[in-house]
């Protein structure tokens, strides 16, 4: 958080002392999982196959800009329109937080997220996005009810046509 030092503040959030032995415990297990790559001869043939493959399928993506774009493009549009979402939720509610903090708050908290792994998010996404909200500086009640009518808004309500045109299939005998 180097481009804002001031968006997330996880002092409260955190005891005292808590985030050296928590980078030295993350640290380690970094460590160690090189260490088993390295020297365990069936998960380094495994990962050099699957670089391998990985490295001559992004070449061949990236020999055609109208493929590279859209892949880069896609990448790079899908977080940033899901942060501006959070945002303008944030706004419209009165999160006291400013639009580039809450930005920064949900990249980090999907990145949380991705180390956690639940079936589609649900749940974890919530508390992760609550809890990098409050400590970019909203109050909890805020942030929770943020959180939960950007998840109605960009989960749950476009299930809603889903499920309409599902029963109209079945009624009609197409599925």
């Known amino acids: ?31 160690s999982a090189v260490a088993v790559l390295l020297c365990v001869r069936r998960p380094r043939t495994a990962v050099a196959a699957f670089l391998r493959t990985a490295l001559g399928e992004a070449r061949s993506v990236h020999t055609r800009p109208a493929r590279a774009l859209a892949l880069w493009g896609g990448s790079l549009a899908f977080p940033a329109l899901q942060a501006a979402g959070l945002a303008a939720v944030g706004r419209a509610l009165g999160l006291p937080v400013p639009p580039a903090h809450v930005v920064i708050a949900y990249l980090a908290a999907t990145v949380a997220v991705a180390l956690v792994p639940t079936p589609g998010g649900i749940g974890s996404v919530e508390a992760a996005l609550i809890v990098a909200l409050v400590a970019a500086g909203g109050p909890v ?35």
Request: glycine letters at 12%; proline letters at 9%.
């Open 1 to 31: 958080m180097y481009a804002f030092p001031g968006a997330l503040r996880l002092g409260a959030l955190l005891p005292d002392g808590a985030p050296g032995p928590l980078l030295a415990a993350l640290g380690g297990a970094a460590l």
């Open 141 to 175: 009640a805020v942030a929770t009810a943020v959180v939960l009518a950007y998840r109605i808004i960009t989960v749950w309500l476009p299930m809603l046509p889903g499920a309409v045109t599902l029963g109209v299939l079945v009624r009609w005998k197409v599925i």
